[in-house]
């Protein structure tokens, strides 16, 4: 069984430029986070999809941020315009609505860059 | 607001060396505890969940336990497979957001 998949796996760009992470979620897997690691902090989160539906979105910074998640498969989170504190690395993480509570499967996530 | 303190931060072990992590959360009720492993360019990987004080889990040379304050990873007799950073997280009820601490760098040396 394939684990979450995340692209690309490393992205640099100028500052003002636009950037968009793909994630591919377990087969199967209706939840779907993002997850963000900046330089010396912790792991904090973005958002949480049910399917194709934002269920939680307080973790988004700001509306530089869009996530979206289509026909409920993949989704995409793009930074636009991207800003210095913008890097790090984005995780995506996946699990299944009756799987154990807290049991997420994490991508090996894409380090932003922005120079 | 929700918060997760690891300590310590770095840990280095000699092979065999038994040691415990510590985890201290406050939540505005506890839906649940997870311990993740994590390794150099990877994401987490999942160990353990936990739900009330007093209850402990237990997966090969880890331990798991859970106070109302507090959880501890027990690692006995480690080996140098073991070396990765460990993540702590809580989920409050009502919600899927998982709270990260910053993690113990764990080093283990044969």
């Known amino acids: 069984e394939a684990g979450v998949t995340q692209f690309p796996s490393h992205s640099v760009i100028e500052k003002g430029q636009t950037v968009t992470l793909r994630c591919d979620p377990i087969s199967g897997h209706d939840n779907l986070y993002w997850y963000r690691r900046v330089m010396g902090k912790e792991i904090k989160f973005l958002l949480h999809?049910?399917?194709?539906?934002?269920?939680?979105e307080s973790g988004m910074p700001n509306n530089r941020f869009l996530a979206e998640r289509t026909g409920g498969t993949y989704s995409t989170l793009k930074v636009q315009p991207a800003e210095l504190e913008d890097s790090g690395v984005y995780f995506c993480?996946?699990?299944?609505?009756?799987?154990?509570?807290?049991?997420?499967?994490f991508g090996e996530g894409s380090r932003l860059t922005v120079l | 607001e929700d918060q997760v303190t690891q300590s310590p931060e770095a840990l280095r072990l000699q092979e065999g060396e038994s040691s415990s992590l510590n985890c201290s959360y406050t939540v505005s009720g506890l839906r649940g505890l997870f311990w993740y492993r994590q390794d150099p360019g990877k994401g987490p990987e999942f160990l353990f969940t936990?739900?009330?004080a007093g209850e402990e889990k237990e997966k090969e040379r880890l331990k798991a336990t859970l106070t109302k304050k507090e959880s501890f990873l027990h690692i006995t007799a480690p080996k140098p497979e073991d070396s990765a950073t460990y993540l702590c997280?809580?989920?409050?009820?009502?919600?899927?957001?998982?709270?990260f601490g910053s993690g113990t760098r764990l080093q283990v040396q044969p």
């Open positions: 993480a996946s699990s299944s609505t009756s799987g154990v509570p807290g049991e997420l499967f």
């Open positions: 936990l739900y009330s």
């Open positions: 997280a809580v989920q409050a009820r009502g919600r899927r957001a998982l709270t």
């Open positions: 999809f049910v399917k194709e539906s934002k269920q939680d």
